[in-house]
């Protein structure tokens, strides 16, 4: 007999049990963790580079802050973090993937920048209430299972009057829609399997995002968590935005 309290929950285009999605997120990210930077840099063109400089400028850090990178993977905000929060700051990688975390705690130590590195759920974050100055998640909101859950955590964690900042793909300007889908579901997969050997990672990829709240319902999932003066950036024409919003 099955049991009539599971609930399914989407992983791309499919549906899975709601307790399956993170281990099959988790497969995902520990196939491509050696290859995502390059990927990165390939599928986007280097743009990625761009749109988390933007980022990191609107977080307004100053030294002595504390940073928490929610989902922070490979440490490319977190890195950048750690220099403008020194002396005094601290800046805290978490990540639910333990080899995407690996990655990212090496190169902070390959920088000689010193922050602890955490793997956690971000919809269960081990840290106490009003921690943390700023608190980003970049491209990771899309892979929880319960957003709502997962913003209303990372809210939690702030200080009032601290920003979260959601850096993610969203939805395209309309027009330039059939042209970005042919190269999400065309040209992304040929890509990760030539360069990172893997298919069907990026097919999830181009399929969660089409998954993922657009821009206004996002807002309303910031304001609905307990943050203020929500507001939010298209990049590229909508293919990325970043979202923000204050503790209140």
Partial sequence: MSDSSQRDTHFGFSTVAEDQKAARVAEVFHS?????DL?????SAGMHRIWKAFTVARAGLRPGMRVLDVAGGTADLARAFARRVSPGGEVCLTDINASMLTVGRDRMIDDGLIAPAVQCDAERLPFPDRSFDRVSVAFG?????HKDRALAE??????????LLVLEFSRVWKPLAPLYDRYSFSVLPRLGE???GDSASYRYLAESIRMHPDQETLVVMMREAGLGRVRYFNLCAGVVALHEGVRL
């Avoid at 990372?154 to 920003?163: S, W």
């Fill in 194 to 196: 030539w360069v990172a």
């Fill in 32 to 36: 491509v963790a050696s290859r995502y």
């Fill in 141 to 145: 909101l899309r892979n929880m299972t």
């Fill in 39 to 43: 990927m990165n840099d390939l599928m």
């Fill in 154 to 163: 990372m809210t939690r964690v702030l200080k009032p009057g601290g920003k």
